[in-house]
Nanobody, 126 residues
Framework: VQLQASGGGLVQPGGSLRLSCAAS????????IGWFRQAPGKEREGVSY????????FYANSVKGRFTISRDNAKNTVYLQMNSLKPEDTAVYYC????????????????????WGKGTQVTVSS
């Protein structure tokens, strides 16, 4: 099981980025996939999560209405579309996967995720 996050970069406030999480060694449709972030000196934060099979989605309050998680089964890839970016969104973003069927209260800490990819840096600055 491998996850590869990409798509980070430097963007001005109000701008957009799309992160990709490419899965290999497993079929991502049968796994819940989450995006997490960690800023310097801060704890890891759950950003968004898409449940396996059903595709139900969940978002942290801080990103609701700005970020959208989606899945392309043909490409075995999960995306995080980030719009209206703010300086406080600056962090290293990670994707993670689990075969467990997590409910809304179980994904955000990241403790229930089983596989993690390397992060991609997102910097929002003028």
């Amino acid at each position: 099981v491998q996850l590869q996050a990409s798509g980070g970069g430097l963007v001005q406030p109000g701008g957009s980025l799309r992160l990709s999480c490419a899965a290999s060694g497993f079929t991502s449709y049968y796994y819940g996939i989450g995006w997490f972030r960690q800023a310097p000196g801060k704890e890891r934060e759950g950003v968004s999560y898409i449940r396996k099979s059903s595709g139900s989605t969940f978002y942290a309050n801080s990103v609701k209405g700005r970020f959208t998680i989606s899945r392309d089964n043909a490409k075995n890839t999960v995306y995080l579309q980030m719009n209206s970016l703010k300086p406080e969104d600056t962090a290293v973003y990670y994707c993670a996967a689990t075969p467990k069927g997590l409910i809304a209260s179980e994904w955000a800490t990241g403790r229930n995720m089983d596989y993690w990819g390397k992060g991609t840096q997102v910097t929002v600055s003028s």
